[in-house]
């Protein structure tokens, strides 16, 4: 998004579901109002397919971020801290990046090792890249708004049913799992098989009642990178805080014990991130040390 420096620090926003990076467009625009921010860090944008499984999102988040620090460190740039601001989902891809994952993962879908599943060799590589990872240690600090850790109650509602009847998963996903049932449907355990034959899509992953959600996100925060969380609060005066919600996440699955700080913005929906209260917070965290 901005001129590349090698002396400053990047700073990745990462969009939602159904959504594109022009949603940080007056966020950012007021981050380069601010001469301490603007001096210190460089902008970037991740943009990507919203609607695929969120392991797939979280490789490609992976190997972005990669990338950029070989380009930063190719142009001179060395060993600068990242910091990730994720909206919604974009949270959850952020978090994936802190974390670490390996066969007990893998064992959860596969009943045999990646080495003798009946796959064409590249799609083993896809498979490997989604479920084998370790956190990318220059990514420092993460900022999740409104970030649903528990899922989301809408991805139950009829309406999001449409909309998951309108997503459009990559191709060559589909044909990753039509080739795992049609050639190692045995290999596959319960929650394997259920993964890859009911085309799971991002929508479906929300769903607090998904098996993925709770098996494969809700894992302990990386002690080597400092979260904070800025939540959208758009319930009604009486209504108390753990009973509150943006509209689409609720408190109680944007709350997250052991973020650094938690900042509830009153009177913002799902969109708190372009929210004046919001903005000055992910202004606020930019200016720590």
């Not at 007021?30 to 902008?43: A, K, Q, V």
């Not at 990753?176 to 319960?190: D, F, G, H, R, Y």
């Not at 900042?263 to 000055?280: C, L, M, P, T, W």
Request: charged letters at 20%; glycine letters at 6%.
């Amino acid at each position: 998004v901005s001129a590349f420096d090698a002396a400053k620090q990047p700073c990745l926003f990462v969009h939602g579901i159904n959504s594109s990076p022009a949603t940080w467009n007056e966020t950012i625009n007021r981050l380069y109002g601010d001469e301490e921010i603007r001096e210190r860090y460089e902008f970037w944008n991740f943009g990507y397919p919203t609607g695929a499984p969120i392991p797939y999102m979280a490789s490609r988040l992976r190997e972005s971020i990669l990338q950029m620090i070989e380009y930063r460190r190719s142009r001179g740039a060395e060993g600068a801290p990242i910091t990730i601001v994720g909206h919604s989902m974009g949270g959850l891809l952020s978090k994936a990046v802190t974390i670490s994952s390996g066969d007990a993962e893998w064992s959860q879908l596969f009943n045999v090792p990646i080495s003798q599943l009946n796959v064409p060799e590249e799609d083993r590589e896809m498979l490997r890249k989604m479920i084998y990872f370790e956190p990318i240690p220059q990514v420092k600090r993460v900022v999740f708004c409104a970030t649903p850790h528990r899922g989301s109650r809408m991805a139950e509602n009829p309406a999001a049913r449409l909309v998951v009847d309108l997503i459009e998963v990559p191709s060559h996903l589909l044909k990753l799992s039509s080739e795992i049932i049609s050639q190692s449907a045995n290999a596959l355990t319960p929650l394997g098989l259920e993964f890859a034959r009911d085309r799971m899509t991002s929508i479906e992953q929300l769903s607090s009642k998904a098996r993925t959600t709770s098996e494969f996100l809700n894992k302990p925060l990386n002690p080597a990178v400092t979260y904070h969380s800025i939540i959208g609060n758009n319930s009604a005066a009486h209504v108390s805080l753990e009973k509150s919600s943006d509209n689409i996440v609720a408190y109680s699955s944007a709350h997250l014990e052991g973020v650094a700080s938690e900042a509830v913005i009153r009177k913002a929906d799902h969109g708190v991130h372009r929210s004046d209260g919001g903005i000055e917070e992910i202004l606020r965290i930019l200016r720590l040390p």
